[in-house]
């Protein structure tokens, strides 16, 4: 038996198929970022070596000067799948978990796309308590 505060926590999925992510979903978010509520989701990508575990450092990149952090639910689909109606949704997940989504807004604003500033050596993580 091994103390918790001993481990070293990997990111709960090592190896994802892909991550990917909603942005711009919440109202208060979005009136934050002076922004209208989009048509349709904002969906971006998040490479699996952005992740760490619970409780695991996170890396600062020095080359930004705004970097920022949102908590996210983030849904765990356990089973292959293409247009799943809304009704079976739950019927692919097969878990949750508390996500901390580092942005580095400086590169996410150079584009339309988000992935630019969601994408740094561990910027992000699942689980994690407030350290950086």
């Known amino acids: ?66 970097y920022d952090f949102e908590g996210e639910l983030a849904l765990v689909i356990g089973k292959n799948c293409q247009r799943v109606p809304r009704e079976d949704a739950g019927s692919v997940i097969t878990g949750y978990m508390p996500f901390m989504d580092g942005s580095l807004r400086d590169f996410q604003r150079q584009s339309t796309q988000f992935t630019a500033g969601k994408n740094f050596w561990r910027s992000g993580a699942a689980v994690q308590r407030g350290r950086r």
């Open 1 to 66: 038996m091994h103390a918790l505060s001993v481990a070293d926590w990997l990111p709960p999925i090592p190896s994802p198929g892909k991550i990917l992510c909603v942005g711009v979903n919440y109202l208060p978010h979005i009136r934050e970022m002076g922004r209208e509520p989009p048509e349709k989701p904002v969906v971006f990508m998040r490479v699996a070596n952005s992740v760490v575990g619970h409780e695991a450092d996170l890396a600062l990149p020095p080359n930004t000067d705004h």
